[in-house]
Each structure stands twice: as C-alpha cells, then as structure tokens.
C-alpha cells in the first residue's frame, strides 16, 4: 500500500515533507555510528568538527555583538540567536568534557 506524500494530499495547503540530511561531522559511509576501526580518528574527527563548530559559533556570535553595539545591525534578533546558540553549545561541549573526565576517573579507580 503506497502513501501519498503531505504536500500531495487534498487540502494539504502545499506543504510537503523532505528528507533529512545528516551532519557530515562522521562521513558518508557511516550510517550506523561505527567507524570500522579500532584507532580512534573517527571519534577524533567528529571531536574536531565539534570543536570547529563551536568556535565558528563564537566568532559569528562576537561579529554580531560588535555590529549590535556600534548601530550596524539591522536585525536584533540574529545577534541574540547567534548569542543564545554559542551559550548552550559551550554548555554541551563543557558537559560531555565533565562527562569524559568522569568516565576517565572512573576507569583509574578500576583494579586491575
């Protein structure tokens, strides 16, 4: 039995449901989280990218705040997005820091 897509039903209004893509944070080929390694880069690789995005959400963030102050932004609202945005992915990236430095304690306090 097929389903007609949202967008194609009476009275739908037009609307119509689209995929979804992925990050690109872990690649193409890596569609159920496993890299296939044992070494660790893939894991390394989606920290970097992470991190990267996180600096790139500051610095947009701190641009905005400066046009924000000297009367150069026409908008408001994209320098408090930008703002709230940087604040909860600083909160993330400091959770799963703490988060890691637990599990690491955890595993030295492990007998052998």
């Excluded at 890299?35 to 990267?52: H, I, P, Q, R």
């Amino acid at each position: 039995m097929a389903l007609d897509p949202i967008g194609a039903i009476q009275g739908g209004g037009g609307l119509s449901v689209q995929g979804v893509t992925g990050t690109g944070y872990l690649g193409t080929n890596n569609i159920s989280g496993a890299t296939g390694t044992s070494d660790g880069n893939g894991f390394a690789t989606a920290l970097t990218g992470a991190v990267d995005n996180l600096q790139s959400l500051q610095s947009t963030s701190n641009q905005l705040a400066v046009s924000a102050v000297t009367g150069n932004l026409d908008d408001i609202h994209k320098a408090t997005i930008a703002a709230t945005r940087a604040q909860i992915t600083i909160e993330l990236v400091s959770t799963v820091r703490n988060k890691g430095v637990d599990a690491f304690n955890e595993i030295m306090r492990m007998q052998a």
